[in-house]
């Protein structure tokens, strides 16, 4: 081995991980695995991650970056405040969740004592107090940051409203000794979203305290930059892949799904905007590259829930191909160990179903709606959220889809249905999977070498679909994989 | 700038957005920040966006006919939001048919708005009717003060 090489580090909830990139050839040279030792000592997890890619390489290259992600420790802990739920709470929401946060709560309106209990009950890492357009409504943010301050919480609280109260909400935050810092509004004006200040805010906290507080510092010999929680990284790829390198074409608009034990994730880049002129848009914008974490579709955690969600165990179990009793008995498997993998056709053709189930419904709440509303001029189609019909490429990971048989039916879950004409999924896309957890890597990558790092991830993403992938400067023609 | 900020739109499924943006155009010359929601806009949006920008006014257009049963509780939802205060118009073809105005605008007056506007008003009436309306509150609130 010879060229530039570059380390990216993952500290997960559960394993360290390690992706070797060979900077020139944009190709993974290997990968290295150790537990997340947080609690304890992250170095040690880390040395065993390092032996492990050592073990693969025969010998580690000097590496010209060493990168970090992290979403280990419980993850980046948010709770966010806004005024009212629909607007400006809402613009938070989509600001923490952009952050890479794991949020924990939302509250909208004036915070009362209950709110503060139960805030204090999280133990937030980072508070997100938003409300009021710029020159609207200063009364409820300055009403809020005075109960925050009031309260015996200490974590950094990033203050992301009516630009004409910040002065006064920092004042009263700063003068009961919080680690307050002012960035710009969420929502500036009615139904204008500006995500992009907060989310910086947020990531700079998370460099200068969480990384400290959390004890993931502990590590810096390893690494030159813990620069960002995971999902952030991960969402830095896919926007990576979609807009390509400077000067090149990328894939254009496309989808994440990262399907995992506890949550599903999605990540869209894409306008969303409506797709025919004669559409209306109803409710907030949305951000160009926006995620969602539903807490509730986890296939290990809450697999029960999936089956809820997805119609009940007569449904999941005719998509199995097994009886609702047996269903049961597998439900019960997956419950009694969390960290099962499925042993066996059955179990295995049940994964499916629910890893399909799951990706099918975290997908319809992140895309957006399109309804006919009857006015008395005739109907006029109303679309609310973002439009993914064009999207052409969805990229999957998570454990349900790497281990799993069968990733290209498990993934086309994501996909417009006849069924729900109303859900603005996307209609004919490209289906990829991330086999070897790198889009986490390539997000890190993309900082510092954008080039390599879209190449590599282009060319690390397997096809599982008959769709041509589009976009890069050749398109390729892909079969069933 | 006035410093007084006005919320605009037609409410429910009432699409007749061209008089209502002639309106916002105007208020938006006359100085005062205008939040326009636009064509079907219900009722509850015009109440969130009068929360967030602390809005003075809300301006309800109706044109389709339906205005009086769009319309009907909008008092009320402002009190329940604590908008208690908020002045409230509402203009355009508000009911179905030629019925007597005076009769049309009692009952939105009934309703709860501070003033009603028949079909045809010029801008400027709006303006004027603004300006005295707003002067007259900020005499009243400095008889509070005192």
Redesign the interface.
Known sequence: MSGPAALLIDFGSTYTKLRAVDLKNRTLLGSGQGPSTVTSDITIGMRTALGDLEEQLGRLPDFRYRLASSSAAGGLKMVTVGLVRELTAEAARFAALGAGARLVDTFAYQLSKRDMARITGHDPDIILLAGGTDGGNSEVIVNNAQTLAASGLTCPIIVAGNRSAADDAEEILKHAGKDVRVTGNVMPALGTLEIEPARAAIRDVFIARIVHAKGLDRAHDFFDALAMPTPVAVLEAARLLSDGPHGRGGLGPLLVVDIGGATTDVYSVASGEPTEGRILQHGLPEPFAKRTVEGDLGMRHNAGEIIEAAGGRDAVAALAGATPAEVDVLLERIAADVERLPEGEGERAFDAALAQCAIRIAVTRHAGTVEIVHTVSGPVAAQRGKDLSPVATVIGTGGALVYGRNASSILSGCRFSEDEPGSLRPRDPALLVDNNYLLYAAGLLAEVEPEAAFDFARASLEPVSEQSVKGGENELRVTSG | MTGH?LVTGVIG????IVGNRILSMALEDAGY?V?A?G??TPSEDFI??A?????DAIMVSSL???GELDCKGFRDLCIEAGLQDILLYVGGNLVVGKQDWDGVERRFLDMGFDRAFPPGTRTNDVIESLARDFAARAVDAGMADR
């Open positions: 900020t499924s009432d699409t007749h920040h939040v929601l064509a079907l969130k966006a929360i967030e920008t602390a809005a389709y006919g339906q």
